[in-house]
């Protein structure tokens, strides 16, 4: 009897521990932070990751996946792209200084937050994984609107209402269509406080394998930051949806003329 209750006791504060973390450990920081014995940390460990409550990356870190923290696991096809996304977005993080977000989008065009890695100023854009998103007036929902069937997108659009969360808000149908044909072109979306007032995100498109968009990585900032560095922000989102999606095996085809 005892020795169970403190083996609960001890998964207890090991998920107490991973929820309060905000980027992946190791486990010997693990074991050096909560004080267990290396093998019983590393059993508990490999119990919340056979449940699915936490995964290791590439680098052997462990985070706490989102059916702990936000009420919803994560699907079969997202845990291995959260783990190949997740180095890349550290260093999106620590290059721009700003705050790196994941997501995905259902047939419905319902945006899902995958992962964030935040922004260590002191005035930093965040948001809650499971808060609401609109796809309509945001640069992730645009980059992910941008790459799915017409059919689909004009389906969406006899659905949702359009509303205006800023002034700034684009509500016009035909203004965002016009949008979704430059975001395909070019290869990134903008958001300039069209969702939240004195934030603009940024966000590109991610591919896997077989050339499909299968998320999108965005970077949110305040906007007066954006404005001292537009240039070199794009660029350093581009470049780390490139890196994520070669990561996952795309290979960009180079038409012949």
């Keep these: 009897m005892n020795s169970e209750i403190k083996s609960a006791g001890r998964i207890l504060d090991l998920l107490e521990y991973m929820a309060s973390q905000r980027e992946a450990v190791p486990l010997a920081q693990i074991i050096r932070d909560l004080g267990f014995p290396k093998s019983s940390a590393h059993g508990l460990v490999q119990t ?47 290059e721009s ?11 419905h065009c319902d945006i899902r937050r ?46 949702v209402q359009l509303l205006s969360y800023t002034r700034y808000t684009v509500t016009d149908i035909d203004r965002i269509r016009d949008m979704l044909v430059k975001v395909r072109r070019d290869g990134y979306a903008l958001n300039d406080q069209e969702f939240v007032t004195g934030s603009t995100g940024i966000a590109a498109p991610i591919f896997d394998r077989h050339g499909e968009v299968v998320a999108a990585i965005n970077l949110g900032l305040p906007t007066v930051r954006y404005n001292e560095r537009r240039e070199a922000f794009l660029l350093m989102v581009r470049s780390a949806a490139d890196a994520i999606s070669r990561a996952l095996g795309y290979r960009r ?4 003329k």
Excluded: W
């Excluded at 609401?132 to 659009?157: D, N, P």
């Design 114 to 159: 995958l992962a964030k890695c935040v922004s260590r100023h002191r005035v930093r854009y965040d948001v809650n994984l499971d808060a609401a998103i609109a796809a309509y007036c945001t640069a992730t929902g645009r980059v992910l609107l941008a790459h799915i069937s017409k059919e689909t997108v004009e389906h969406y659009f006899s659905r």
């Design 97 to 107: 200084g700003e705050t790196v977000l994941l997501a995905t989008m259902n047939a």
């Design 48 to 94: 919340l990751a056979g449940r699915g409550h936490v995964v290791r990356d590439n680098a052997g870190r462990y985070m706490l996946v989102e059916a702990s923290r936000h009420g919803f696991p994560f699907r079969r096809h997202e845990e291995p792209l959260v783990v190949t996304a997740r180095p890349f977005m550290e260093k999106l993080r620590d």
């Design 253 to 256: 085809q180079i038409k012949e």
